[in-house]
């Protein structure tokens, strides 16, 4: 989606050929609305497995549809309401991750309370690394930019776990390149401030994050 993978320019060349009047006006391009249609029922029985991390199964294809943003975040919504008891029985991060992924969504269909609401709910305590991450996507989502710098120096400073290395490495032979970098999502953060001034669809993008790297 655009808010994912930034803006993708194309030129096109007109043929050259003699000039004739139109014989009348031109009536504009009809936009065509998204098909957000999914097989919903098979995507809400799926594993948490298949259902968060599969790049092409689970609820990502649906979020990676520009103008479905908010049909996604549904989706995560209605598997967190159905299986959420059982995803958080094995780990409660996981359930923490859909709520994430759901804020996220939200935020980008411009469900600003919603959005906040939700990485409230998921950002658990400071002990956790996504704590602060977490904050400063609040921070930015309620217009605040001394908190989203105040977090994103927190979360700079956070020391690199016991063990990330293997971890990484374990998580890159079961998903493939890249792996999770530390400290995580800082360079999100870092586009966030970048683009403080931009909606949250666009200041997530990697545009932004790599306008803030240069």
Not at 45 to 66: C, I, K, Q, T
Not at 152 to 175: I, M, Q, S, T
Request: glycine fraction near 6%.
């Amino acid at each position: 989606m655009t808010w994912m993978i930034g803006l993708l320019a194309t030129v096109a060349m007109a043929a050259s050929a003699p000039e004739t009047p139109p014989t009348r006006a031109t009536a504009p391009a009809a936009i065509t609305a998204p098909d957000c249609r999914v097989d919903r029922e098979a995507l809400l029985a799926l594993d948490y497995e298949a259902f968060e991390h599969d790049m092409n199964g689970g609820w990502r294809p649906l979020g990676s549809v520009d103008g479905c943003e908010a049909a996604a975040a549904d989706l995560l919504r209605d598997y967190r309401l159905r299986n959420g008891g059982a995803v958080a029985a094995k780990r409660i991060e996981h359930l923490s991750s859909l709520m994430r992924h759901e804020s996220q969504l939200a935020a980008a269909a411009g469900q600003t309370g919603r959005a906040i609401a939700l990485r409230r709910a998921a950002r658990g305590s400071p002990a956790w690394e996504n704590f602060y991450y977490d904050s400063a996507t609040i921070a930015f989502l309620e217009r605040d930019k001394a908190k989203l710098l105040e977090n994103r120096a927190k979360l700079a400073a956070l020391p690199k776990p016991e063990g990330h290395d293997e971890a990484v490495a374990a998580y890159v032979k079961k998903y493939g390149p890249p792996g999770p970098v530390w400290p995580p999502n800082l360079d999100a953060v870092d586009g966030l401030i970048a683009c403080f001034d931009k909606p949250y669809a666009e200041a997530y993008s990697f545009a932004c994050r790599e306008k803030a790297a240069k």
